[in-house]
């Protein structure tokens, strides 16, 4: 069985084909800057064969042909015909309370995902696009199924996921707590299991999400009881360019100070923030961490606030817990930056978490395992992420469920 992954964004599109049986990536690309000047495809194939393609990409249906030949391409493609792909398999940010579960993909499907739109807006129209563009090219004929990242945290209780604000606003907007990042921690969570051979009913699990985008969460018995980020992938601690949690009078007086719209505000938070908005230099952790070498002291309070941000929540879902079995790291900074790794888990060791220093130097660069020394009182882990396993691994139960 080959499922091909599609990841829909507003100005791009990633994609994997995935054989199940032989559980391979057969094919990944991304298609970039669509509907913009000078986009382009990067296609590779697992024996390192590629491809790129300059093209006029002005619209998602033009990047899905794009994506078509060349994964029938004669020479860096890997299906004769359509019918080799079983079914394709879309990301979908925002599911809000709808969706609870990866589902078959229908009018009713997509109209329910174009009704989330205010709460995701650029995120949900972009994945309209791709299923509506993959119908097109591929046909009706192809199974297609929706993924959401929000179903993972569908079993938060009420008491987490519920903010302080007059309840008609739940009730007439369904403002709440949402998370976001749910597939990836739902990888990691799932992989550890596999890794450690234990059952993850009765195992308590802070999952660490650490890229330009950022969250953390908690997961006991296989479930989530709450998770950073909230409403919108704006909350929980600072990211690449974005602010996480802030006293929202910050925001008021900022907008009369300074005669912002709601618009160049949410510009702000979002975009001008985080490790950028205080370095001043880059929201890449990497460059912040060059110039902290170099004595940058806007990039040592970055760092600084970034690790110690992630600290005070790994620390309240250890209390929300009642207990931590397992910390693990993922994502570019958490699988690559042994160092905030460090920092992070010195802050732990009065329950006992130790890490090994030489282990967790050399786990990077894509490799996994444990980092946590042999006496250490909790498992520590580096586990790579890999989403576009899971939203195969959905769409082939899906397809199994239908049969």
């Not at 499922?3 to 994609?15: H, P, R």
């Not at 693990?328 to 329950?351: P, V």
Request: glycine share 8%.
């Amino acid at each position: 069985m080959k499922i091909l992954v599609i990841n829909s964004g507003s100005s791009s599109l990633k994609y994997k084909l995935v054989d199940m049986e032989k559980n391979k990536v057969l094919i990944s690309g991304s298609c970039e800057r669509i509907g913009q000047d000078g986009s382009f495809i990067k296609h590779r194939r697992y024996d390192g064969s590629h491809k790129e393609v300059v093209e006029n990409l002005d619209c998602h249906s033009k990047a899905v042909l794009q994506i078509k030949k060349l994964i029938m391409d004669s020479e860096v493609g890997m299906i004769k015909k359509l019918s080799e792909i079983s079914a394709i398999g879309h990301r979908i940010v925002q599911g809000g309370d709808l969706f609870k579960g990866s589902v078959i993909i229908d009018d009713k499907v997509i109209n329910g995902i174009k009704s989330l739109i205010p709460l995701a807006p650029l995120h949900n129209h972009a994945h309209i696009q791709g299923i509506k563009a993959c119908i097109e090219i591929f046909g009706k004929d192809i199974p297609e199924v929706a993924v959401f990242d929000t179903s993972f945290h569908s079993t938060m209780p009420p008491e987490a996921y519920m903010f302080s604000v007059p309840y008609k606003y739940y009730e007439k907007y369904r403002v709440r707590r949402y998370g976001f990042h749910g597939i990836s921690h739902r990888y990691v969570s799932s992989r550890f299991e596999e890794l450690t051979g234990k059952s993850l009913n009765g195992t308590k699990l802070i999952t660490c999400h650490l890229g330009n985008g950022s969250s953390i969460t908690a997961i006991r018995d296989g479930k989530v009881i709450d998770t950073s980020m909230g409403f919108t992938p704006l909350d929980g601690f600072m990211m690449g360019t974005r602010t996480g949690s802030l006293d929202p009078s910050v925001v008021t007086f900022l907008q009369s100070k300074e005669g912002l719209s709601p618009e160049q505000t949410d510009q702000i938070l979002n975009m001008h923030s985080g490790l950028l908005g205080i370095s001043g230099i880059s929201n890449d952790d990497r460059d912040i961490t060059k110039a902290a070498a170099a004595g940058n002291k806007r990039a040592i309070l970055a760092q600084n606030m970034f690790i110690y941000q992630i600290v005070k929540f790994i620390g309240s879902y250890v209390a929300a817990l009642n207990g931590c079995d397992a910390i693990i790291f993922t994502a570019g900074i958490g699988e690559n930056q042994f160092s905030h790794r460090e920092k992070i888990c010195s802050n732990f060791t009065y329950m006992g978490a130790k890490i090994d220093l030489n282990l967790n130097r050399t786990m990077v660069s894509g490799k996994e395992g444990k980092i946590s020394s042999d006496d250490s009182n909790i498992d520590i882990f580096v586990i790579p992420t890999n989403e576009e396993w899971i939203i195969a691994c959905e769409t082939k139960n899906i397809l199994d469920e239908m049969k």
